[in-house]
């Protein structure tokens, strides 16, 4: 079986069997996608030995694409499925921060990112256009073999569709990304951070969590280094998630202010983490302020 053959097929089984169902369930979108693993994963996943899917457990006996895509998906919080997220809830104080990279990958600015990232053991989180994916499925396969998440920013960045079209913005990018990595955790950031599209509405029908954020880098205003570490650090706080930019060759200073953004962070001791890890941490956290609240009442 072809590689496109079984995306064509994990598309239409989607299409089949999720609908309609309950805004913001995602447990059906996990199954039907394990299940379209499970069938597609002797002839297309297994023999992948660069993605993530080569070091998943088996000790279960599910297929390590199965089980791959089920501890991805079940990453995300359920308060966050169908939901909207940018800042952290109030009064959360771990120091961590989330680095995100809209509009790749692109190898004059993807490729030295990973470099960076990888020479500190740093994992940052991808929204990829499914444009870039499928002119680069070498660098979107390098996302994901060195760890980093790979998530959906829309197929052609449209920030206005309709019908079919909607559907297939979504949906062909997040076949690549199964393509690349092998699982998905349901993330979608709208084109331009807008939230009042037909794209985006779409996306919390199928149960993505919509990921904005609330630091921007400005690095599309095409600044200098010092400036995009500036721009950051002007609205940093704990458990922050950074938009920054990898997509074409319009962001020549983004690599570079990179390590600069590194060091400035690691110096006043934040920890990097991924979209997923810190969505879990902000659960725990509000978990955490249930639980004293019920036991003080």
């Excluded at 070091?55 to 895509?69: C, F, K, R």
């Excluded at 939901?83 to 004059?108: C, K, M």
Aim: net charge negative.
């Amino acid at each position: 079986m072809s590689i496109r053959l079984a995306a064509r097929t994990h598309r239409r089984a989607r299409h089949i069997f999720t609908r309609p169902r309950a805004r913001g369930s995602r447990f059906g979108v996990l199954v039907i996608w394990a299940g379209v693993l499970g069938l597609t994963a002797l002839f297309v996943l297994r023999p992948w030995s660069g993605g993530r899917t080569a070091d998943a457990p088996e000790q279960t006996g599910l297929a390590p694409a199965i089980e791959h895509a089920l501890r991805l998906g079940a990453s995300i919080p359920s308060r966050y499925h169908g939901a909207h997220v940018s800042s952290p809830p109030a009064g959360f104080s771990e120091p961590l921060v989330a680095l995100t990279f809209d509009d790749g990958p692109h190898p004059d600015v993807t490729v030295p990112i990973l470099t960076i990232l990888s020479d500190r053991s740093i994992r940052a989180t991808f929204f990829v256009l499914g444009l870039q994916a499928e002119k680069y499925p070498e660098i979107a396969a390098r996302v994901a073999a060195e760890g980093h998440v790979l998530a959906n920013h829309s197929y052609s960045h449209r920030v206005s569709t309709a019908g079919e079209q909607t559907a297939k913005e979504l949906d062909r990018t997040e076949t690549l990304i199964y393509q690349a990595a092998g699982d998905s955790p349901l993330l979608f950031r709208p084109p331009e951070g807008r939230t009042d599209t037909a794209l985006t509405s779409y996306a919390i029908d199928q149960g993505f969590t919509i990921v904005r954020w609330c630091v921007d880098s400005e690095d599309w205003k095409h600044p200098s280094a010092e400036t995009i570490v500036a721009n950051c650090m002007r609205d940093m706080r704990p458990g922050a998630i950074v938009v920054l930019h990898d997509g074409g060759g319009g962001y020549p200073d983004t690599p570079g202010a990179l390590p600069l953004l590194l060091d400035r962070l690691a110096s006043e001791g934040y920890t990097f983490v991924t979209v997923p890890e810190m969505l879990q941490a902000w659960d725990r956290f509000l978990s955490q302020q249930s639980t004293e609240s019920t036991d003080i009442s």
